[in-house]
């Protein structure tokens, strides 16, 4: 598997439940990335986790990394329908190049 | 809240044909991108540009492909001569401060090439 794979592929929840996205990636990174793409259309960044970080919250999201593991998981809570989006990690492994090595990500349907 | 442009949003072209694909990032950035998503894929890095040069190009960014920032404004991304597989949806990002600091990304520009 590539850089920065997401897991599941998909996900169909109900409208309130909380959701889980994972996503792993392969070498050390500097910093990982998720975002949000509504069918379509640009992609929303989310949060950034640093590499000495383990746990970031915004809002309904909280994001944790494990880079022992070398894994990231995304937690939205108390889902919405219009949180039914695609949702990708991207992660920079550091260096002048600045890239972003993005995952396929999860599709993820809040039924109402 | 500051964002970053894209123009056009839909562009239709002939196979050979040269575009010129435009953004505006946001304005106390220094970094900007090309990236680019083939329909059902993931997101694809094509090219980093700081301090008015190509930082790192991917193997997709070949000859065919140019950057340019013209102006304290606007960064464009060329295609000489279009093939069939540049049909993408092409997205243009900026970040203050490398990849170190989040990069945020343009609406796109949905590419088609006939």
């Known amino acids: 598997s590539q850089q920065g794979e997401e897991d599941p592929q998909a996900l169909s929840i109900q409208e309130g439940e909380n959701a889980t996205m994972n996503c792993s990636y392969k070498t050390s990174i500097n910093n990982l990335q998720w975002y949000r793409q509504n069918s379509g259309r640009g992609l929303v960044h989310l949060i950034l986790i640093r590499s000495n970080e383990r746990e970031k919250h915004s809002g309904r999201l909280r994001v944790t990394l494990d880079t022992s593991k070398k894994s990231s998981s995304l937690l939205i809570t108390a889902s919405r329908a219009a949180d039914t989006a695609s949702y990708f990690c991207?992660?920079?492994?550091?260096?002048?190049?600045?890239?972003?090595?993005f995952g396929k990500g999860t599709l993820l349907t809040v039924n109402p | 809240e500051p964002e970053v442009t894209q123009t056009p949003s839909h562009q239709v072209t002939q196979m050979g044909q040269e575009v010129i694909l435009r953004c505006v990032p946001i304005s106390n950035h220094l970094y900007f991108y090309w990236y680019r998503q083939i329909l059902g894929q993931k997101v694809e890095f094509l090219v980093s540009f700081y301090n008015n040069e190509i930082s790192e190009k991917s193997e997709i960014f070949d000859d065919q492909f140019s950057v340019e920032r013209p102006d304290g404004s606007n960064f464009t991304l060329k295609i000489r001569s279009t093939k069939l597989e540049d049909s993408a949806m092409y997205f243009c990002?900026?970040?203050?401060?490398?990849?170190?600091?989040?990069?945020?990304f343009g609406p796109g520009t949905r590419l088609t090439v006939l």
């Open positions: 991207a992660t920079y492994s550091g260096g002048s190049n600045y890239k972003l090595t």
């Open positions: 990002a900026s970040s203050r401060a490398g990849g170190v600091d989040t990069q945020y």
